[in-house]
């Protein structure tokens, strides 16, 4: 028994080192970006025609950007732990244009009766200033820096009130789902292949010092769910 939970321990810390591992920006770095950008487009295109995201498709709109990850891995015995990486799309308030992506990690550890494995897609609703604020910093924690709340499923129901609305859906089993606990961090090695520059996410998202033609279909399909505009800005 024991020899089993120490080959579960050594599993999770590797499975978190892998989760949170940043190298270098390289050409490898720019595929994995690439490749996270078009997973996230088709995600996005999915929730919207998924008749149990129907408050998602009413609402989303009402978001101030959303955070997609398309692959939240989770594995556990005793000690649980999560990790995956995701794009962060800024909604301008005052010109309703999408932004281009911006790359964050998110992941945990947990303690407690927990088994099994899990993948989860993830799409994330950041609703208040808090919230948008948090994704703005070096590094936050969901829940504490920022409340959030699951995501409502039915037409009439109502969500919670909290910074960040998570809506989810999972594949295999894991008792004890919850995303909150969780390190969201900027990816900005990631972000610096993707856009052959050093850039912060506020670089990207406020300042808007920078562009990528991959993300185009990306923005398109936000710009379409919630019935706003997108439009390619040259600098």
């Given at each position: 028994m024991i020899h089993k939970i120490l080959l579960t321990v050594g599993f999770c810390t590797l499975f978190l080192f892998q989760a949170f591992?940043?190298?270098?920006?390289?050409?490898?770095?720019?595929?994995?970006t690439k490749a996270l950008v078009d997973k996230s487009t088709v995600l996005l295109?999915?929730?919207?025609q998924d008749p149990d995201m129907t408050w998602?498709?009413?609402n989303?709109?009402?978001a101030k950007a959303v955070f997609i990850v398309p692959q939240m891995l989770?594995?556990?015995?005793?000690l649980g732990g999560s990790g995956g990486s995701g794009a962060l799309l800024s909604r301008d308030?005052?010109?309703?244009?999408?932004?281009y992506p911006v790359f964050y990690s998110m992941g945990s550890v947990s303690f407690g009766l927990q088994v099994g494995g899990e993948a989860?897609?993830?799409?994330?609703?950041?609703?208040?200033?808090?919230?948008?604020?948090?994704m703005l910093t070096t590094s936050f924690k969901l829940g504490a820096d920022a409340t959030v709340a699951a995501g409502p499923m039915g037409i009439g129901a109502k969500a919670a009130t909290a910074d960040i609305l998570a809506f989810a859906r999972s594949k295999g089993v894991f008792m004890g789902i919850s995303i909150e606990g969780a390190i969201v961090k900027p990816r900005d090695k990631w972000n610096a292949a993707y856009y052959k520059q050093s850039v912060s996410p506020a670089d990207i998202i406020i300042r808007k010092?920078?562009?990528?033609?991959?993300?185009?279909?990306?923005?398109k399909v936000i710009a379409t769910e919630t019935k706003l505009q997108t439009k390619k800005v040259t600098y």
């Open positions: 591992h940043i190298s270098s920006a390289t050409a490898d770095d720019y595929t994995d295109k999915s929730f919207g998602y498709q009413n989303v709109q009402y989770k594995a556990g015995f005793f308030m005052k010109t309703n244009i999408w932004s989860s897609e993830i799409v994330l609703m950041i609703m208040t200033d808090k919230g948008m604020d948090s010092v920078t562009t990528n033609p991959q993300a185009e279909e990306l923005r």
